[in-house]
Structures are given as C-alpha cells and as structure tokens.
C-alpha cells in the first residue's frame, strides 16, 4: 500500500501545475455518506423485470458514512489534489420486497487523484468547482479476501471561507467501478454489473486560496 501512495503522490509533483504558476499546498477532511447501486443484478424469469413479474434480488455493499483526507496542489482556477478514502459498509441481500443486512463486511480503501477547475467565483469568496479524475479502491472482505477495482469518479463542490485559511465545502460526487464481486462467487441467478456510488460529504480545508 506504502508503493501505491508513493506513485500516486509522484504524479501529483510531477509538473502537474501550469508553468509560471505560483503553487499553493492545501489539506481538507470531508465526512459524508455513500449510497451504492449495481454490483449485481437478477437474471432470473422471475426477476430484473421479467415477463414472471416476480421481485428483483440483488447482492451490494450496504450505505456507508466515508471518510476522506484530500491533498491539493493549486495555481489559479486549476487544482489537482488526490484523496485518500475510507469506508466500513455492510452487505445488503434483497428480494426488492425485504432487505437483509450483514453488518461490517467490506472496508474500502480509495486512491483518488484528481483534477479540478473553478468554474465560478463571487465576490465573497464563495466557488463552485468541478473534479474529475480515476480511482483505485483496495476492498477487503470480512473473511480476509482482497480485491481491487479501477475506475473513475467526477464532483461538483462549492466552497466558501470561514477565517483566515480555513474553508467550509459541501460535495456532490459520483465514481463507477466493476462490481466488488469476483466472478463466480454469486448465487447463479445473479450476474456482475457495474457498480455506482453516489456521495454527499461536507468538510473542512486549510490552506491558501491562490
């Protein structure tokens, strides 16, 4: 894991700001809450809308909180940063009538470098950006298996000063991976599919604007 923060912090100081730029460091913590679709889907008569009219059963990782710990290097409207992301969340089995609920199964581990520009600013310091960049997610199951994911992930923020270098931030986020599950591990009436997760965080930052 020590390898993959090492890469991922190279290519962060790798020449990644406009030349001529005077580069400013930052560091934020946001804590929010994840809602995630996909991961499987029902591919019996009697399900995933089928003319047997029966209910949809599905296997996904349950609602998470999340916390995130985000490093950003900035030059005028351009940001790039990466986040470092972590989650305990459950395994929800449902029928689309019922739900059932194995507490703690998965923790996730997310590499997220990204890119971000303002896209407006007011005159009280209050900005809107958009982010944007892949992703990595390190997932380990309650019995000790490993797996990783690759994919991608876009936000919209909006930030507003608090006193002196500390800004407040609301994010809106979305990242699509493969499904956490491995194949052939699901009961046969299941298939894989992709897997979204939505998240709404707030959070705190601390360093300069410009």
């Known amino acids: 894991m020590t390898r993959h923060c090492a890469i991922a912090l190279s290519l962060l100081t790798a020449g990644v700001t406009p030349p001529h ?11 929010g809450a994840s809602h995630f679709t996909g991961a499987s889907f029902d591919t019996s008569a009697g399900g995933g809308g089928g003319s047997g009219g029966g209910p949809a059963a ?31 969340a459950g395994l ?14 998965f923790t996730l581990l997310e590499l997220a470098p990204e890119g971000s520009i303002r896209l407006a600013e007011t005159g009280a310091g209050t900005e809107l950006r958009l982010h944007a960049g892949p992703l990595v997610d390190f997932w380990t199951l309650e019995e000790g298996d490993n797996r990783t994911r690759a994919g991608a992930h876009v936000a919209l923020s909006a930030g507003w000063p608090i006193a002196g270098r500390v800004t407040g931030s609301v994010r809106v986020a979305a990242a699509l991976t493969g499904s956490v599950f491995d194949a052939g ?22 360093g300069r604007r410009r």
Request: glycine share 8%.
């Open 21 to 31: 730029a005077a580069a400013q460091w930052s560091m934020g913590l946001d804590i």
């Open 58 to 88: 599905s296997l996904r990782p349950q609602h998470p909180s999340v916390l995130a710990l985000r490093l950003e290097r900035a030059a005028a409207r351009v940001r790039v940063g990466l986040g470092v992301l972590r989650a305990r």
């Open 92 to 105: 929800v089995a449902e029928n689309g009538t019922a739900a059932a609920v194995q507490k703690g199964f």
């Open 185 to 206: 591990e699901l009961p046969s009436q299941l298939a894989r599919r992709a897997m979204w997760r939505r998240t709404v965080s707030v959070g705190m930052r601390y």
